[in-house]
């Protein structure tokens, strides 16, 4: 009894558009492109995890790097300053035997001569201390005695020029003027 009844003029015309056989055999390659297409999303995703993992560990990597150089430059200029300090650049010149310059004296544009210059005084080889690198300055222990003021053959480091042996109106004027620029004796 499951007869199926015919159809005539225009539903028959759409009928002939619909496939007469099995709808099986038309699921099959619509199914195994799904699973195609999730098979390989999944192992895009797999590379692209991996990649951003590795890409993750160099950043590590490049961020220590980048530590380490920066406490390295750190660290040189540190010892940089500490070299052209201005008492260090002091200490240094007279190791090489420089002393303080003189009055300096200009020339004008017009040729005429203002000031009175002087040479280079001389300083006395009293003083003349030991010349120590930065490092040691600054971890350099703090003695500690019993007995009074420690007296030792290197004079204390001082920010200005040793005061002059001389008279006390010398020494009291030389410590109101600026430090002179040192020069090379002889020339």
Do not use: C, H, W
């Not at 430059?73 to 420089?98: C, F, H, I, K």
């Amino acid at each position: 009894m499951n007869r199926k009844p015919e159809l005539r003029g225009r539903a028959a015309r759409l009928a002939r558009l619909f496939p007469t056989g099995s709808g099986q055999a038309a699921r099959t390659p619509f199914v195994l492109l799904v699973v195609l297409l999730l098979g390989g999303g999944l192992i895009g995703l797999l590379v692209l995890n991996s990649a951003l993992s590795e890409g993750s560990f160099q950043l590590d990597d490049l961020q220590k790097d980048t530590k380490s150089l920066t406490d390295e430059e750190q660290a040189l200029q540190r010892d940089v300053d500490a070299y052209s300090a201005p008492d260090a650049l002091q200490r240094r010149a007279r190791e090489l035997g420089m002393v303080p310059g003189g009055d300096p004296a200009f020339l004008n544009p017009d040729g005429t001569v203002l000031g009175v210059p002087s040479a280079a005084s001389e300083q006395s080889s009293v003083y003349a201390p030991v010349i120590r690198p930065p490092e040691a300055l600054v971890a350099e222990p703090a003695e500690t005695s019993p007995g009074p003021a420690p007296t030792s053959a290197e004079p204390q480091p001082s920010t200005g020029p040793p005061a002059p042996t001389g008279a006390p109106e010398q020494a009291t004027e030389s410590a109101a003027q600026p430090t002179p620029t040192s020069t090379i004796p002889g020339r």
